[in-house]
């Protein structure tokens, strides 16, 4: 009965910014890591970024690391990503996710519906 809603996905300009949000409803629990993963069409849902449940610990896939911060405010029920210097290999659908820390594909709870970042070069 979690839900994930995503926002914040558009049109972009190579090494523009964009801020995703994430928010939680129903029965999410706050010590649930969060994360977001990505998928371009004909590819694999790929990890990109996750983030502890108190905010303590974070880990990104290398592509993206120095570029992409991920947050959260767990007040708010909401993660964030902030996507710098964007490349037009980063366009993808992305999806936010949630589930026990370390974040990964064997024990996701929840996933959102997804929203599009398409990166013009």
């Known amino acids: 009965q979690v839900q994930l809603d995503e926002s914040g996905g558009g049109l972009v300009q190579a090494g523009g910014s964009l801020r995703l949000s994430c928010t939680a409803s129903?029965?999410?629990?706050?010590?649930?890591?969060m994360g977001w993963f990505r998928q371009a069409p004909g590819k694999e849902r790929r990890f990109v970024a996750a983030?502890?449940?108190?905010?303590?610990?974070?880990y990104y896939a290398d592509s993206v690391e120095g570029r992409f911060t991920i947050s959260r405010d767990n007040a708010k029920n909401t993660a964030y990503l902030q996507m710098n210097s964007l490349k037009p290999e980063d366009t993808a659908i992305y999806y936010c996710a949630s589930g026990p820390w370390p974040l990964s594909v064997k024990v996701l709870k929840a996933w959102g519906q997804g929203t599009l970042v398409t990166v013009s070069s």
């Open positions: 983030i502890s449940w108190s905010g303590g610990n974070t």
């Open positions: 129903g029965r999410f629990s706050h010590t649930y890591a």
